[in-house]
């Protein structure tokens, strides 16, 4: 129970890295804070939530058909993983320096219904949890421990995004996050990268 309790904090705490930093669904909930209200933001985040619950999902089911077919996959996979997350972590540092655009993309009609479709239309979201589930999970998952990630992945997603909407309705939080943005994406970005070399580095040391 303890190793699976620091695999599942693990995964939430690389999965909540790469929320953290900017992207489409950064931009369209503060956007929606920005150009329409605070409240509109949260329904764009709990979009995101549950277009994450499906996606995550769909990965960890997939997962679990697939190394019950193909066990001698398990360890090209993980290692895809790892290499992936570092893609990541790259592209999140090489951005660090690219300001945000507020100016426009507000939501028109049902925020939740945006926010739902920007995740499930971001292909990158699904191959992101394939890969940190492949990489960080044992080859046999419990039922309970998919339920769990399931929900933290989902309830990140939504805790975050609806603190990006509540404070960027306000000035003086939106201009410092603005200003801090760099060093975020530096910090997120080196974080994925020491947990990218970590797992394949564990991949190959296992026998």
């Given at each position: 129970m303890?190793?699976?309790?620091?695999?599942?904090?693990?995964?939430?705490?690389?999965?909540?890295?790469?929320?953290?930093s900017?992207?489409?669904?950064?931009?369209?909930v503060?956007?929606?804070?920005?150009?329409?209200?605070?409240?509109?933001?949260?329904?764009?985040?709990?979009g995101?939530g549950?277009?994450?619950v499906?996606?995550?999902t769909?990965a960890?089911?997939?997962l679990?058909?697939?190394?019950h077919?193909?066990?001698?996959?398990?360890?090209?996979?993980?290692i895809?993983?790892?290499?992936?997350?570092?893609w990541?972590?790259?592209?999140?540092?090489?951005?660090?320096?690219?300001?945000?655009?507020?100016?426009?993309?507000?939501v028109?009609?049902?925020?939740?219904?945006?926010?739902?479709?920007?995740?499930?239309g971001?292909?990158?979201v699904?191959?992101?949890?394939g890969?940190?589930f492949?990489?960080?999970?044992?080859?046999?998952v419990?039922l309970?421990?998919?339920?769990?990630?399931?929900a933290?992945v989902?309830?990140?997603?939504v805790?975050?995004?609806?603190?990006?909407?509540?404070?960027?309705?306000?000035g003086?939080?939106?201009?410092?996050?603005?200003k801090a943005?760099?060093?975020?994406?530096?910090?997120?970005?080196?974080?994925?990268?020491a947990?990218?070399?970590?797992l394949?580095?564990?991949?190959?040391?296992?026998?």
């Amino acid at each position: 129970m303890t190793s699976e309790f620091w695999i599942i904090l693990s995964i939430g705490l690389v999965q909540l890295g790469a929320v953290v930093s900017p992207g489409p669904s950064f931009l369209i909930v503060a956007q929606t804070a920005v150009a329409r209200s605070r409240f509109d933001g949260v329904k764009v985040a709990l979009g995101l939530g549950a277009g994450t619950v499906l996606w995550s999902t769909a990965a960890l089911l997939g997962l679990n058909v697939l190394f019950h077919a193909l066990p001698p996959l398990f360890l090209g996979m993980k290692i895809f993983g790892a290499l992936f997350l570092l893609w990541i972590a790259y592209k999140i540092y090489k951005h660090a320096n690219v300001p945000l655009d507020l100016g426009g993309g507000a939501v028109s009609g049902s925020p939740f219904a945006k926010g739902f479709m920007v995740q499930i239309g971001n292909p990158k979201v699904v191959v992101f949890f394939g890969s940190i589930f492949v990489a960080m999970l044992p080859a046999q998952v419990p039922l309970w421990m998919t339920l769990v990630l399931i929900a933290m992945v989902s309830l990140n997603e939504v805790w975050w995004y609806s603190l990006v909407a509540l404070f960027f309705g306000a000035g003086p939080v939106r201009i410092f996050y603005l200003k801090a943005k760099s060093w975020i994406d530096r910090i997120v970005g080196l974080f994925l990268g020491a947990v990218g070399l970590r797992l394949i580095w564990a991949a190959f040391e296992r026998p």
